[in-house]
Structures are given as C-alpha cells and as structure tokens.
C-alpha cells in the first residue's frame, strides 16, 4: 500500500534517499576505484637520469623527450636515437617497427626500461599534431606548413 503525503504526492523518501546513496557510491567507486592503479606518468629525460638508481636495470616507466636532429640509425632489431629535453641527452634503443611518422626532430614517448646506460624501449608513441599533409600535397593544401607561410611578412604587417 502506498502512503500519500499531504498535497497528494507519493511518500518515497524511505526509499529513494538510500536508493540515491547507494548509486553515488556505485558511481564513484566505478568513476574512480582504481583510476590510481591505471594512470601512467612519463619522465623527462632529466628526471629519468637523475632517478636512474631509483629504477634499475629492467623496470618498465614511461620516457619523453625530442629525438636529436640527425641522431636517428636504422638496426636489425629496430632503430636507435638519441632524445633530449634541452638539458640532458640520452642514448634509446628502439625493439620493433618505428611508426611511420618517426623522425628526427620529433616529440616522441617511449615505454621501456634502462639497460647498462641505454634505454630500451619497445613501445613508442608520436607526439603530432591533428592535421594531416600529404607531403606531395602539402604547399597547395596545407599552406601554413610551408616555409614561406612560416616566415615573417617583408612588410613587417601582421597577419
């Protein structure tokens, strides 16, 4: 039998504060039960040198950096490089395919770990931006990546 409050309205309250309880505690623990288990920082390439002894030989973290202009050698296994943040360079050795937007002088992020001084990374991820030139293409469809878009007016007008 269902009770009516005064004005004619229905008397749920004896169960829908709990039933509103029970959903927000189910939302938050399904939001956020296990967010820290799942999250994945990355190091710089400073802080992974300084941290160097923390980690050890074999324990997987997440490395990201600029690949060195020029620093970019195919190997059997995969490719080697050196990456920088401006400050401290480090020696990678890549296991695998590279994706086929890897380059010198690109940001990327690795997954390995150290390896006597080097590190050995297996997964690695292309950091870019979200227009994409075909490169015979790129002067007539993506005028601003053109060095002549880049450079600066001769009139000294902005753009």
Not at 24 to 52: C, H, I, K, P
Not at 149 to 157: H, I, K, L, N, V
């Amino acid at each position: 039998m269902i009770k009516r409050a005064r004005g004619g309205r229905v008397a749920h309250r004896a169960f829908l504060i709990p039933a509103v309880g029970v959903a927000a505690v189910l939302f938050v623990v399904l939001a956020f039960g296990d967010l820290r288990g799942n999250l994945v920082y990355y190091l710089t390439t400073s802080e992974a040198v300084d941290r160097q002894g923390q980690f050890g030989d074999q324990r997987r973290f997440r490395l990201a950096g600029h690949v060195v202009e020029d620093s970019v050698r195919p190997t059997a296994a995969g490719a080697a490089f050196s990456m920088t943040d401006g400050v401290t360079t480090i020696e990678v050795v890549h296991t695998g395919a590279p994706p086929q937007l890897f380059r010198s002088g690109i940001d990327v992020v690795l997954e390995g770990s150290w390896d006597e001084g080097r590190f050995a990374s297996d997964t690695m991820m292309i950091k870019h931006d979200e227009q994409y030139c075909a490169p015979e293409r790129e002067e007539r469809h993506c005028p601003s990546r053109t060095p002549a878009a880049d450079a600066a007016p001769a009139d000294g007008a902005s753009r």
